[in-house]
Nanobody
Framework: QVQLVESGGGLGQAGGSLRLSCAAS????????MGWYRQNPGKQRELVARISSGGNTNYADSVKDRFTISRDNAKNAMYLQMNSLKPEDTAVYYCYAQATITRYSRTTYDYWGQGTQVTVSS
């Protein structure tokens, strides 16, 4: 099995910064896309940012120019630098990874972390 563990959430102030980390471990052969999603109660989970194994990125319009996604392939880790925080960034943030678990199959599997709460006060 593959485990994703997020860290770095917590309380931030409007205009401030937080940095989220995601560490992948377990039976991993190769990780392809990774991403951050967020969700509030009663709402659908939404994409925040996504990054390919080659470093190509895409962002939700609401976070462009404020958030930066990055990854360290050697460490199977991913990060989200969140600057200029807004109260509307408050949500549970989830780490996502698409991975293969063996060299003998190209089948990819989707994995999710447990989520980390980010709360931004005004």
């Amino acid at each position: 099995q593959v485990q994703l563990v997020e860290s770095g959430g917590g309380l931030g102030q409007a205009g401030g910064s937080l940095r989220l980390s995601c560490a992948a471990s377990g039976r991993i052969f190769s990780i392809y896309d990774m991403g951050w999603y967020r969700q509030n109660p009663g709402k659908q989970r939404e994409l925040v940012a996504r990054i390919s194994s080659g470093g190509n990125t895409n962002y939700a319009d609401s976070v462009k120019d404020r958030f930066t996604i990055s990854r360290d392939n050697a460490k199977n880790a991913m990060y989200l630098q969140m600057n200029s925080l807004k109260p509307e960034d408050t949500a549970v943030y989830y780490c996502y990874a698409q991975a293969t678990i063996t060299r003998y199959s190209r089948t990819t599997y989707d994995y999710w972390g447990q989520g980390t709460q980010v709360t931004v006060s005004s």
